[in-house]
């Protein structure tokens, strides 16, 4: 299973952006795909998750109201689009996939992680 993330960049705050995740080379029916960020020094952290239906979605606190998790399932493809971004949010962000049904926000119970993308926000 290959997991390619896409789309990070350098913004000012207040800017958008949208992160892609393309997966292959494995069965996603029914898979949780997921974005967690590390930034530097700091414990990889949940951002957000959508359920296959996208009937369940999840988001970090910090983030709510700011990002939307969205899916292609014929792209095998989730989305994050990032608005009104802050400087806090600066990071590698990372996709993941969890052979669940259910969304969950713990990086463990995440099997298959993409390389990761830069987001940096200057104030």
């Known amino acids: 299973v290959q997991l390619q993330a896409s789309g990070g960049g350098l913004v000012q705050a207040g800017d958008s952006l949208r992160l892609s995740c393309a997966a292959s080379g494995g069965t996603f029916s029914s898979y949780v795909m997921g974005w967690f960020r590390q930034a530097p020094g700091k414990e990889r952290e949940f951002v957000a998750a959508?359920?296959?239906?996208?009937?369940?979605?999840n988001y970090a606190d910090s983030v709510k109201g700011r990002f939307t998790i969205s899916r292609d399932n014929a792209k095998i493809t989730v989305y994050l689009q990032m608005n009104s971004l802050k400087p806090e949010d600066t990071a590698v962000y990372y996709c993941?996939?969890?052979?669940?049904?259910?969304?969950?926000?713990?990086?463990?119970?995440?099997?298959?992680w993409g390389q990761g993308t830069q987001v940096t926000v200057s104030s």
């Open positions: 959508i359920s296959w239906s996208g009937s369940s979605i």
């Open positions: 993941a996939v969890d052979r669940s049904l259910v969304v969950r926000t713990q990086r463990y119970n995440y099997d298959y």
